[in-house]
């Protein structure tokens, strides 16, 4: 039996096999795939809580969340009600509704930086359009992000990114022409002198510095003590915006994300995941003057036509309502600290280096004996020991991310009795590497 099917089963194998011939590489996003630690993916067929069922009908406890939207677990009762009230009524207008300034005023409840918002259909649309916008009112063309970070695949943005990426090794994207990200600037994160000397240097002719405030795609990587306050300043002299990617931070660390733990004020902000409850929506939105900058009010031009989408709304509305309780969070913390330790005891009990990075409900487990604080660090991981992880934790009913350049996510339906049966998993994936 081959490797694909051992990890994958049969049913599995069969509909990857089947999608090859529809899709390309089987799957309708790269990571998905499988290919960085061996074998076929898994095609799941349902999930509930903090478990997913394959199409073998195996179940896993679930370390993906869907890339981190089902912070509430998934197929949460109220928000699969509410969206079936809300399908009930029709699934799309193409024209405003209640629902979606309610959205709106729940967002900027839980955001202070953001005066107005506006709803788009993806976290990659709503950072493209945030960097259209930066340039539109500062009058100003080039932009600054940071190795490692993804922020979507719009073609600007594609220089030395994360996610699948830097999983897959990827140079930059064929297709996107080097007229297009000659104005795309890249600094290492957390390098404050390589910072200050860009800004000394053409901080008049920066538009923006975009950036995921806590990295999560090259794994969880955490801002050093005083380099995003750097950051504010140095934009702030040179009348440059500030752009926050909070896709994977957002009401995921807290209902005011990483903004609200660093206490800093960026002028845009870009949401997703978690605002849309399990549903495909994306947001961004910041000072009132940058933000009347978009048509109809404005010159910039932006708009879709799913934006606001009646089902999302309402399944995102619903989610952050329940996220007004607090103690959500601390339970968060509580389970992914109690994660942390236990993997980090079974990795010391077997002699195998690793270094873990984690905040909040978030985590990366790396490969390596070295501090984890930017993408060369995040680089020195040995990838094939992990995929050997990975492959050992699959089979012991543990889903996780399929790259080590992924983060893994809690949600609160991981019980103690589920963190239990991970640390056993973890204690023999680890010993299988020595």
Not at 13 to 33: C, D, M, T, Y
Not at 73 to 94: D, F, K, L, M, N
Not at 306 to 312: K, Q
Request: include cysteine.
């Amino acid at each position: 039996m081959s490797e694909s099917k051992q990890m994958a089963g049969a049913r599995s194998s069969e509909l990857f096999a089947q999608a090859q011939q529809h899709i390309p590489g089987g799957v309708n996003s790269p990571v998905r795939a499988f290919r960085a630690v061996g074998g076929g993916p898994l095609f799941i067929s349902s999930a509930k809580g903090a478990e997913v069922t394959d199409a073998d009908g195996r179940t896993y406890i679930d370390y993906v969340a869907s890339w981190g939207p089902m912070i509430l677990g998934h197929a949460h009762p109220e928000i699969v009600a509410a969206i079936q009230q809300a399908a009930a009524r029709g699934t799309s207008y193409g024209a405003p509704t209640e629902l979606e300034v309610e959205f709106a005023q729940e967002i900027k409840s839980a955001l202070p930086s953001i005066e107005k918002v506006r709803l788009v259909s993806s976290g990659t649309e709503a950072v493209m359009s945030a960097i259209r916008l930066a340039r539109g009112f500062t009058g100003r063309d080039k932009i600054v992000k940071f190795v490692g970070c993804y922020h979507g695949h719009s073609d600007a943005l594609l220089a030395k990114a994360g996610s699948g990426i830097a999983t897959f090794g990827l140079p930059d994207c064929p297709g996107v022409p080097a007229e297009t990200v000659k104005h795309t600037l890249t600094l290492p994160f957390n390098d404050i002198t390589a910072l200050e000397v860009l800004f000394k240097e053409i901080g008049s002719e920066i538009a923006a510095v975009v950036l995921e405030p806590i990295p999560g795609n090259m794994g969880c990587v955490l801002p050093k003590s005083g380099f995003l306050q750097k950051l504010r300043e140095v934009t702030s002299e040179a009348r440059s915006l500030l752009i926050f990617d909070e896709v994977i931070t957002g009401f995921r660390l807290g209902r005011g994300g990483a903004q609200a733990l660093y206490n800093i004020k960026p002028d845009l902000t870009c949401l997703g995941k978690i605002i849309g409850g399990g549903l495909p929506v994306g947001a961004f939105g910041g000072r009132a003057d940058i933000m009347d900058y978009l048509a109809p009010v404005g010159p910039v031009y932006q708009a879709g036509t799913l934006s606001g989408n009646p089902l999302a709304v309402t399944a995102g509305l619903t989610a952050l309502r329940i996220l007004q309780d607090e103690s959500i969070y601390r339970k968060l913390e509580t389970q992914t600290t109690k994660l942390v330790s236990a993997t980090n005891d079974a990795a010391k009990e077997a002699g195998i280096a690793v270094s873990i990075n984690s905040i909040g409900s978030i985590f990366t487990c790396f490969f390596t004996d070295q501090k984890v604080v930017d993408w060369d660090s995040a680089k020195t991981s040995d990838t094939a020991r992990f995929a050997k992880f990975f492959r050992v934790m699959l089979s012991e009913g543990i889903y996780m991310a399929p790259s080590q350049f992924e983060v893994g996510f809690v949600s609160a339906a991981h019980t103690d009795e589920l963190l239990e049966r991970t640390a056993k998993a973890a204690r023999k994936a680890f010993k299988t590497l020595v």
